[in-house]
Nanobody, 120 residues
């Protein structure tokens, strides 16, 4: 019903930057919240950042001041600008979308995940 395509992961040195993108398509009437989660090796998945339809944002304490989440409603796309990256940011990053569907109803959807590796 809703497909998410992520891009922008990769390998970067400590202190570097990466920008993740996630484009949503399909039976979308209105996207409510959009967010990024990550799962590091041996750890549980955690919320990195989220952004509501009104633009309100929420960040994990570990990324505050370094990461910026934004969205382009016309493109149904969410971005995560990651600056001052640290080795502990190494993880698979997943996009998440909460969307009202064109046929009615509400659904939550996940991207396929993109690997971010930060070398020391």
């Amino acid at each position: 019903q809703v497909q998410l395509v992520e891009s922008g992961g990769g390998l970067v040195q400590s202190g570097g930057s990466l920008r993740l993108s996630c484009a949503a398509s399909g039976s979308i009437f209105l996207i409510n919240a959009m967010g990024w989660y990550r799962r590091a090796p041996g750890k549980q998945r955690e919320l990195v950042a989220s952004i509501a339809s009104d633009g309100n944002t929420n960040y994990a304490d570990s990324v505050k001041g370094r990461f910026v989440i934004s969205r382009d409603n016309a493109k149904n796309t969410v971005y995560l600008q990651m600056n001052s990256l640290k080795p502990e940011d190494t993880a698979v990053y997943y996009c998440n979308v909460l969307s009202q569907l064109s046929q009615g109803g509400l659904g939550t959807y996940w991207g396929q995940g993109t690997q971010v590796t930060v070398s020391s």
